[in-house]
Protein backbone atom coordinates (compact mmCIF):
# COMPACT_ATOMS: atom_id res chain seq x y z
CA UNK A 1 0.00 0.00 0.00
CA UNK A 2 2.58 2.37 0.99
CA UNK A 3 4.51 1.68 -2.37
CA UNK A 4 1.82 2.20 -4.59
CA UNK A 5 1.16 5.64 -3.20
CA UNK A 6 4.33 7.19 -3.18
CA UNK A 7 4.64 5.41 -6.85
CA UNK A 8 1.54 8.04 -7.28
CA UNK A 9 2.60 10.92 -5.52
CA UNK A 10 6.45 10.36 -7.77
CA UNK A 11 4.19 9.95 -10.53
CA UNK A 12 2.68 13.13 -9.83
CA UNK A 13 5.40 15.28 -9.02
CA UNK A 14 7.24 14.02 -11.98
CA UNK A 15 3.99 15.13 -14.06
CA UNK A 16 2.88 18.62 -12.77
CA UNK A 17 5.20 21.07 -14.94
CA UNK A 18 5.10 24.40 -13.29
CA UNK A 19 6.07 27.74 -15.36
CA UNK A 20 6.35 31.24 -14.23
CA UNK A 21 3.82 33.17 -16.14
CA UNK A 22 6.09 35.88 -15.58
CA UNK A 23 8.99 34.64 -17.05
CA UNK A 24 12.38 34.85 -15.27
CA UNK A 25 12.03 38.25 -14.81
CA UNK A 26 14.14 39.76 -11.22
CA UNK A 27 11.50 40.47 -8.87
CA UNK A 28 12.65 44.61 -6.75
CA UNK A 29 12.71 44.10 -3.42
CA UNK A 30 9.74 46.18 -1.22
CA UNK A 31 10.20 47.57 1.71
CA UNK A 32 7.30 48.40 4.01
CA UNK A 33 6.82 50.52 6.67
CA UNK A 34 4.09 50.07 8.67
CA UNK A 35 3.12 52.11 11.98
CA UNK A 36 0.85 51.44 14.87
CA UNK A 37 -2.36 52.73 15.12
CA UNK A 38 -2.14 52.52 11.06
CA UNK A 39 -2.77 55.85 9.13
CA UNK A 40 -0.16 57.66 10.29
CA UNK A 41 1.43 60.61 8.20
CA UNK A 42 5.09 59.74 7.31
CA UNK A 43 7.33 62.54 5.48
CA UNK A 44 10.64 62.09 3.94
CA UNK A 45 11.94 65.36 3.62
CA UNK A 46 14.75 65.19 1.54
CA UNK A 47 12.74 63.43 -1.09
CA UNK A 48 9.77 65.74 -0.94
CA UNK A 49 7.82 62.65 -0.45
CA UNK A 50 4.34 62.64 1.84
CA UNK A 51 3.06 59.11 2.42
CA UNK A 52 0.07 57.49 4.66
CA UNK A 53 1.16 53.99 6.72
CA UNK A 54 1.23 51.43 6.15
CA UNK A 55 3.14 51.83 2.93
CA UNK A 56 5.97 50.65 0.13
CA UNK A 57 8.87 52.70 -0.17
CA UNK A 58 10.03 54.22 -3.04
CA UNK A 59 13.07 52.47 -4.15
CA UNK A 60 15.33 55.83 -3.84
CA UNK A 61 14.24 56.11 0.19
CA UNK A 62 18.01 55.24 1.52
CA UNK A 63 18.00 53.73 4.81
CA UNK A 64 19.67 56.79 5.95
CA UNK A 65 16.97 59.67 5.15
CA UNK A 66 15.21 60.77 7.39
CA UNK A 67 11.85 60.04 8.39
CA UNK A 68 9.04 61.76 10.26
CA UNK A 69 5.84 60.22 11.18
CA UNK A 70 3.51 62.11 12.54
CA UNK A 71 -0.36 60.99 13.98
CA UNK A 72 -2.83 63.69 16.12
CA UNK A 73 -3.18 62.15 19.32
CA UNK A 74 0.32 60.62 19.59
CA UNK A 75 4.02 61.49 19.85
CA UNK A 76 5.96 62.15 16.53
CA UNK A 77 8.53 59.87 15.16
CA UNK A 78 11.68 61.29 14.11
CA UNK A 79 14.74 58.98 13.00
CA UNK A 80 15.65 56.55 10.10
CA UNK A 81 14.93 52.83 8.34
CA UNK A 82 18.18 52.64 10.01
CA UNK A 83 16.10 53.66 13.78
CA UNK A 84 13.61 51.19 13.60
CA UNK A 85 12.87 47.29 13.94
CA UNK A 86 12.19 44.56 11.16
CA UNK A 87 9.45 42.54 12.26
CA UNK A 88 10.11 40.93 8.76
CA UNK A 89 12.55 41.27 5.67
CA UNK A 90 12.15 44.50 4.32
CA UNK A 91 9.23 45.36 6.60
CA UNK A 92 9.70 48.33 8.88
CA UNK A 93 7.79 49.12 11.74
CA UNK A 94 6.82 52.43 13.57
CA UNK A 95 5.10 52.07 17.55
CA UNK A 96 3.80 55.54 18.12
CA UNK A 97 3.00 56.49 21.79
CA UNK A 98 -0.32 58.18 22.99
CA UNK A 99 0.10 61.75 24.13
Not at 28 to 54: D, K, N, Y
Not at 59 to 68: G, H, I, K, N, Q
Not at 76 to 99: F, H, K, N, S
Request: glycine residues 6%.
Amino acid sequence: MKASVLCAAALLVASCNYSNPHGSQDLQPVRRLITEPRGAQVTIESLGLQLEAPCDLPEDVRMDDALRIVKPGFHPWEGTLLDLPQPAMGTYRVMLRER
